[in-house]
């Protein structure tokens, strides 16, 4: 039986790369991407790695930083970047018959079934990639998909190895995991990694070796696995199918503290319009609707609230109409006077194949507007997300987030195009 080969290609800095695209100027610039609302730092270019910038670190923690540096900062344009992806990925699936995409910016690919040189293969792949889409990518290929995460942590951090290292027919793998930190094996979590190493644990050679009891009873049988895929024995395989999701949560916070009824239901309304919009788009209908509102935990000045809510509707429905009104009437009976609002959202449950729901004895004609719905979604697609809105949140909200430093979708809109 032949050994399994995987390959996985990790988009670098994803954020920052689309960005670069359309504005190469900024190429050998320390440049970050921020999360919703402006808040943490999500994305790095090795540039702004150098000086010291943390994943994760609230935008004011390293503003001193930013200003000496001359860091260029962009809001998060998930638009664009989710089309981006979508390019990559389409690129990535078109060279190999096997292909689990992983997340927006990576994805794992089976190479054991094509007669082809690995490491050729990852140099024209790369290549490619970064011809037609402009986004660099790293290629870690190893005989389990744990150990293809190390070999591409090790692409990315050693430059003399241009994006691609093969760990197949290595003679000296545990060099490599002796220099992989346990944080960085795939399915050790920092609270994880943290208590591995105060037992010694500090790398992945020192893992590996571990007994198998000791490794089930300190991380469970999926602990385990990984354990076994740093032997080079494969255990985790390739995931071609998605799972259908079983719920679909839109929440955000607030651009400012909000303290009326009308503005809350406003940003519900779209939050409700926007997770109904995309569960409609993978052919789902939502059984219950639940909404939750809070104040900030952090605001130790202020009185803190939370409260959620939920209603099980009486059939399963994808019809934006008749979620917004069921979230609207939850944000009533959950809103109080006299508190400063932070955050709500907005979780669709019970999800199930639209196809699969059964008309009742009384109630025949439940998804009558489901043509309606289709004509919204074919307008919002072509002219832009928010093209048509709800009556009740067309005015501009007080809700709105912070994203002072948002570029145009310069591949979904045609009025946006880059101009040459």
């Given at each position: 039986?032949?050994?399994?080969?995987?390959?996985?290609?990790?988009?670098?800095?994803?954020?920052?790369?689309?960005?670069?695209?359309?504005?190469?100027?900024?190429?050998?610039?320390?440049?970050?991407?921020?999360?919703?609302?402006?808040?943490?730092?999500?994305?790095?270019?090795?540039?702004?790695?150098?000086?010291?910038?943390?994943?994760?670190?609230?935008?004011?923690?390293?503003?001193?930083?930013?200003?000496?540096?001359?860091?260029v900062v962009f809001s998060s344009n998930y638009t664009l970047y989710a089309d981006?992806?979508?390019?990559?990925?389409?690129?990535?699936?078109?060279?190999?018959?096997?292909?689990?995409?992983?997340?927006?910016?990576?994805?794992?690919?089976?190479?054991?079934?094509?007669?082809?040189?690995?490491?050729?293969?990852?140099?024209?792949?790369?290549?490619?990639?970064?011809?037609?889409?402009?986004?660099?990518?790293?290629?870690?290929?190893?005989?389990?998909?744990?150990?293809?995460?190390?070999?591409?942590?090790?692409?990315?951090?050693?430059?003399?190895?241009?994006?691609?290292?093969?760990?197949?027919?290595?003679?000296?793998?545990?060099?490599?995991?002796?220099?992989?930190?346990?944080?960085?094996?795939?399915?050790?979590?920092?609270?994880?990694?943290?208590?591995?190493?105060?037992?010694?644990?500090?790398?992945?050679?020192?893992?590996?070796?571990?007994?198998?009891?000791?490794?089930?009873?300190?991380?469970?049988?999926?602990?385990?696995?990984?354990?076994?895929?740093?032997?080079?024995i494969s255990c985790i395989p390739l995931e071609e199918y998605s799972m259908t999701?079983?719920?679909?949560?839109?929440?955000?916070?607030?651009?400012?503290?909000?303290?009326?009824?009308?503005?809350?239901?406003?940003?519900?309304?779209?939050?409700?319009?926007?997770?109904?919009?995309?569960?409609?788009?993978?052919?789902?209908?939502?059984?219950?609707?639940?909404?939750?509102?809070?104040?900030?935990?952090?605001?130790?000045?202020?009185?803190?609230?939370?409260?959620?809510?939920?209603?099980?509707?009486?059939?399963?429905?994808?019809?934006?109409?008749?979620?917004?009104?069921?979230?609207?009437?939850?944000?009533?009976?959950?809103?109080?006077?006299?508190?400063?609002?932070?955050?709500?959202?907005?979780?669709?449950?019970?999800?199930?194949?639209?196809?699969?729901?059964?008309?009742?004895?009384?109630e025949k004609n439940y998804n009558q507007n489901s043509d309606l719905m289709s004509?919204?979604?074919?307008?919002?697609?072509?002219?832009?997300?928010?093209?048509?809105?709800?009556?009740?949140?067309?005015?501009?909200?007080?809700?709105?987030?912070?994203?002072?430093?948002?570029?145009?979708?310069?591949?979904?809109?045609?009025?946006?195009?880059?101009?040459?």
């Open positions: 039986m032949r050994e399994k080969v995987f390959a996985l290609i990790d988009c670098n800095a994803f954020y920052v790369s689309c960005e670069r695209v359309f504005n190469p100027k900024l190429n050998n610039r320390p440049v970050v991407a921020l999360s919703n609302n402006d808040g943490c730092i999500i994305s790095r270019s090795k540039e702004a790695k150098a000086l010291g910038i943390k994943m994760g670190v609230p935008l004011f923690k390293v503003k001193d930083i930013v200003e000496k540096e001359k860091v981006m992806s979508r390019r990559v990925m389409n690129i990535i699936s078109s060279s190999s018959p096997y292909t689990e995409i992983y997340s927006i910016d990576e994805a794992f690919v089976e190479l054991s079934s094509l007669p082809i040189d690995y490491e050729s293969y990852a140099h024209q792949l790369r290549q490619t990639i970064l011809q037609h889409t402009g986004i660099p990518v790293s290629i870690g290929i190893a005989s389990t998909k744990t150990l293809a995460k190390v070999a591409n942590h090790k692409a990315k951090k050693d430059d003399s190895l241009n994006g691609v290292c093969s760990l197949v027919n290595y003679n000296n793998i545990d060099r490599i995991l002796e220099l992989t930190e346990v944080g960085d094996v795939w399915g050790v979590g920092r609270r994880l990694s943290k208590k591995l190493i105060n037992h010694g644990i500090h790398n992945a050679k020192l893992l590996k070796n571990c007994s198998d009891s000791w490794i089930r009873k300190m991380m469970s049988v999926n602990g385990l696995k990984t354990i076994t895929e740093l032997r080079g999701r079983k719920s679909c949560c839109t929440t955000r916070s607030f651009g400012k503290l909000l303290t009326n009824l009308e503005d809350i239901e406003q940003a519900v309304t779209t939050f409700a319009r926007r997770a109904a919009e995309r569960i409609r788009s993978e052919s789902l209908a939502a059984s219950c609707v639940s909404v939750f509102v809070r104040t900030n935990p952090f605001d130790k000045k202020s009185a803190y609230y939370s409260n959620g809510a939920s209603r099980t509707l009486s059939h399963p429905t994808h019809d934006s109409i008749t979620i917004i009104e069921t979230a609207l009437l939850l944000t009533k009976r959950i809103f109080k006077n006299n508190y400063q609002y932070k955050k709500a959202g907005v979780l669709l449950s019970g999800l199930c194949d639209d196809s699969e729901i059964q008309e009742t004895l009384f004509a919204i979604d074919a307008i919002n697609y072509r002219y832009g997300r928010d093209t048509l809105q709800m009556a009740s949140e067309c005015k501009v909200g007080n809700w709105k987030q912070k994203r002072e430093n948002c570029t145009r979708n310069y591949t979904t809109q045609i009025d946006r195009l880059l101009l040459v």
